[in-house]
């Protein structure tokens, strides 16, 4: 069964920082373009990061840019998203999605052949 796994998240202040881990399990991430979306409160769900897998090419929304970081660790099967400096706008549940054959659309995943159930992150004082 293909299935992918968020955990990490959780309250932070503003300012704090956050690493989110997604598992994969049922087939290999290797070969799969990973994004992350953000579904904030009453609001659409957003792209906001991505990475390629052919080249390894990052892409990220520009509210998250320089404070995000997307990775992956092929041998644990694992993308991760570092989040720092957090701010009470990055709020909401994030999504870790996987595509094998249609890379990132900029910074965004436009389908997908997997996706998680999302893990919480509240930025709040």
């Known amino acids: 069964q293909v299935k992918l796994v968020e955990s990490g998240g959780g309250l932070v202040q503003p300012g704090g920082s956050l690493r989110l881990s997604c598992a994969a399990s049922?087939?290999?991430?290797?070969?799969?373009?990973i994004g992350w979306f953000r579904q904030a409160p009453g609001k659409e769900r957003d792209g906001v990061a991505c990475?390629?897998?052919?080249?390894?090419?990052?892409y990220y929304a520009d509210s998250v840019k320089g404070r995000f970081t997307i990775s992956r660790d092929n041998a644990k099967n694992t993308v991760y998203l570092q989040m720092n400096s957090l701010k009470p706008e990055d709020t909401g549940i994030y999504i870790c999605?996987?595509?094998?054959?249609?890379?990132?659309?900029?910074?965004?995943?436009?389908?997908?052949?997997?996706w998680g159930q999302g893990a919480q992150v509240t930025v709040s004082s």
């Open positions: 999605v996987a595509e094998k054959d249609n890379t990132c659309s900029d910074y965004v995943l436009l389908a997908f052949d997997a």
């Open positions: 049922g087939f290999t991430l290797d070969y799969y373009n």
């Open positions: 990475m390629n897998s052919r080249d390894s090419s990052t």
